[in-house]
């Protein structure tokens, strides 16, 4: 049996620069990993199944339309006597929660499938799967800090950022991400104007990097507030937190993160808001 993490993706930034002509937005995004996820096995077989356990299991279903089987089943269209078998999901993230649990699961089955096959992990059919499967799956391929263009296809090199303690929180409210992006009522071919993502360089100190991260935004942050308002009250604690250097919310939601000065404040942090917000989801997390 094979075993891998599935780790949540976090966009610390998301800037919408336009929407293309084939009507996909145009996205730019710094992208980091947590240190823990969901968790993905493989027992290799002949047959392609899922099965799905944990406290998030009945959101994620284990249905022909679980990631987690498109990607198999993009992969073993591009390689010819592909060997699967049968996964084992363990699910704790949220689902549709703007932190790419999903992504992450479909991403985890393709190193899985790589590793049990023989296959690089840069062999090109995996990127292509990961493309044909969703738009977020390609950054998580690889698990690790990078800049995030265009539908996702565009990926920067792999960035050396200083280890960021964190919270994050989502409400229990999901939010689906194509009504987000309506509520931006681009049209194809429309663009943006509105500044530039700034540039992060590789191996910046923390200081810098919360300068930097401060003259970023994520422009889906609004039309998420409009559908679900209480990602504002998450907001709202996160950057009321002592020691909390910044909060944004990730992807399209209705996860937010905030960022602390050091891991005892995130940990106290997160202490105070369970207390608070009993029914809401709090997870401490170093993010990279």
């Known amino acids: 049996m094979l075993v891998t993490r599935a780790p949540a993706k ?3 930034t998301l800037h919408v620069l336009g929407r293309r002509d084939d009507g996909y ?32 299991a009945p959101a994620a279903g284990a249905g022909d339309d679980n990631l987690v089987l498109r990607a198999a089943r993009h992969l073993a269209e591009r390689v010819e006597g592909l060997t699967l078998g049968a996964f084992r999901l363990q699910k704790r993230l949220p689902v549709a929660a703007g932190i790419g649990g999903g992504s992450s699961d479909a991403a985890a089955a393709l190193r899985l499938l790589a590793r049990a096959n023989g296959m690089r992990p840069d062999d090109p059919r995996l990127f292509e799967a990961a493309r044909a499967t969703g738009s977020d799956v390609p ?25 960021l ?10 939010v689906e991400t194509r009504p987000v992006f309506a509520r931006l009522g681009l ?36 039309p998420a507030c409009l559908q679900a308002p209480v990602i504002v009250d998450v907001l709202a604690v ?33 202490r105070a808001i369970r207390a608070q917000r009993p029914e809401w989801w709090v997870k401490t997390a170093a993010l990279r």
């Open 25 to 56: 937005h145009e996205l730019e995004s710094l992208v980091v990993f947590s240190g823990a996820g969901d968790t993905l096995s493989l027992t290799l077989g002949p047959a392609l199944s899922l099965e799905v356990s944990g406290p998030t």
């Open 187 to 222: 049209k194809p071919g429309e663009r943006v104007d509105a500044a530039g993502h700034p540039v992060i360089g590789d191996g910046a100190s923390a200081m810098e990097l919360f300068a930097l991260l401060s003259r970023g935004r994520n422009d889906l942050e609004d």
């Open 238 to 270: 996160l950057r009321a937190a002592r020691g909390c250097k910044l909060a944004r919310m990730s992807g399209s939601g209705a996860t937010c993160f905030a960022i602390f000065t050091t891991p005892h404040a995130a940990a106290m942090a997160a």
């Open 10 to 12: 976090i966009n610390l």
């Open 165 to 174: 303690p964190a919270v994050l929180v989502n409400p229990g409210a999901p």
């Open 139 to 163: 950054v998580c391929l690889a698990g690790q800090a990078r800049m995030m263009r265009g539908a996702g296809e565009s990926l920067g090199p792999p960035l050396r950022l200083p280890l």
